[in-house]
Structures are given as structure tokens and as C-alpha cells.
């Protein structure tokens, strides 16, 4: 079956402890990208990446890390996190066709995290 | 003003109705669109992609576009309890990322 992985879905954590949320896709997509949705905010892109080795920054990636060592995985790394990143997040996967992108991005179950 | 840009609701119609959602968008070069069904708790799913203008259908749910105006709409017939969600819209930006607005909440009633 075709899909994207993420864990844990659930996570309560304190601030400052370092957090690596993972991201496995099995559909040999180039296209990875973390969201972000808040009220009010709505989607809000993290980082993406286009390929192995190839990462960039989204609308809002502060505090955030990201490595894209295999095609499947791209996990979202927490270094020390803040009462601000309670969010819930998305890992998303595509194929990509260098910005006439008309596939269907595939979303992640999502992880619910809570930074006390 | 926001990239995208979608009345937040709720939309309430009865079920049976027609459920107009609309979306507007700031960059005129803009040229693929998305309309997502989110269920609460859930991850975005895909209903529907458009990057011509005029009308797409797909069995009960019809997207619309009109680049000159830049809106972009998506009709579902015969609406159903099922399909009471928060719809988003998104438009593809640089670099393959999609920029939602932040959602219209449907609901239908029996």
C-alpha cells in the first residue's frame, strides 16, 4: 500500500529536549516537505527537500533541522524545543516535475506535538 | 494581504444541496490548484487539481477556475453528512510547494 509514514502521532515533551520526528515514504518520490498547521495559520511549509542530499529552507524554519540521507526517510529534527512549536506536523511526498508539480502530494498521518 | 485566501465558515447546507466553496489568490502567475478534504484530526486528502481555466468535474465535486479573476471554487453536488470537513485550498508556488489558505469548515445537515 501506498503511503506516508510519520512517528510517534502523539508526543509530549519539555522544552529543550532534543526531539527527531521521522518520515518514511515507500513510493519512490523525489519530493519530501514538513508542514506545519496552527489555527488560524492554516499549512505552512517547514523545509522541503527535492531529492537526496537536497534540502531547503520553507516559510518557517526556525528551530527546525531536517536531513535527506535516503530517498524514503526525511525525519524533522527538534535541537531544543520551544513551548511555540506545539503544532501539529505533516510530512508530505511527491513526485516532482521542477515546478509544474500536477501530482497529488500525499500527506502523513501527522504527529500532534506538545512542548511544555 | 494572504497568498490564498478562503472564508473560514462554517458553511452550513442541507444535505442534498449544492456547497459552493471559494478561494482567492494574490500572485497572478499562479498556474496549478488544489482543493484538500480535512477531516478533523486528519491529514489533508486530495479531491481535485486544476491549472486550466473553466471547469473540471469529478462525479459530485466540479472545480472552477478563472485566472483573469483569480478565484478558484469547488462545487459538491448532493452533499452528504460525509462531506462535512474543512476544505483547503492551495495553489502551487516555486519549488513545488503548495500554499494553502487556512480552510472553509463545511457542514451538512440531514
Known amino acids: 500500500e501506498a503511503q506516508v509514514t510519520q512517528n510517534p502521532r502523539y508526543l509530549i515533551t519539555v522544552t529543550g529536549k532534543k526531539l527527531t520526528v521521522t518520515c518514511s515514504q515507500n513510493?519512490?518520490?523525489?519530493?519530501m516537505s514538513w508542514y506545519r498547521q496552527d489555527p488560524g495559520l492554516g499549512l505552512r511549509q517547514i523545509y522541503y527537500s527535492m531529492n537526496v542530499e537536497v534540502t531547503d529552507k520553507g516559510d518557517v524554519p526556525e528551530g527546525y533541522k531536517v536531513s535527506r540521507k535516503e530517498k524514503r526517510n526525511f525525519p524533522l529534527i527538534l535541537e531544543s524545543p520551544s513551548p511555540n512549536q506545539t503544532s501539529l506536523y505533516f510530512c508530505?511526498?511527491?513526485?516532482?516535475?521542477?515546478?509544474?508539480?500536477?501530482?497529488?502530494?500525499?500527506f502523513g498521518p501527522g504527529t500532534r506535538l506538545t512542548v511544555l | 494581504q494572504k497568498e490564498v485566501e478562503q472564508n473560514s465558515g462554517p458553511l452550513s447546507v442541507p444535505e442534498g444541496a449544492i456547497a459552493s466553496l471559494n478561494c482567492t489568490y494574490s500572485?497572478?502567475?499562479?498556474?496549478?490548484f488544489f482543493w484538500y478534504r480535512q477531516y478533523s484530526g486528519k491529514s489533508p486528502e486530495l479531491i481535485m487539481f486544476?491549472?486550466?481555466?473553466g471547469d473540471k468535474e469529478d462525479g459530485r465535486f466540479t472545480a472552477q477556475l478563472n485566472k483573469a479573476s483569480q478565484y478558484v471554487s469547488l462545487l459538491i453536488r448532493d452533499s452528504q453528512p460525509s462531506d462535512s470537513a474543512t476544505y483547503l485550498c492551495a495553489r502551487l508556488g516555486a519549488a513545488d510547494k503548495l500554499i494553502f489558505g487556512t480552510g472553509t469548515r463545511l457542514q451538512v445537515f440531514p
Open positions: 508530505a511526498s511527491s513526485f516532482a516535475i521542477g515546478g509544474r508539480n500536477t501530482d497529488t502530494q500525499y
Open positions: 486544476i491549472y486550466s481555466n
Open positions: 500572485d497572478r502567475g499562479s498556474q496549478s
Open positions: 513510493m519512490n518520490h523525489e519530493y
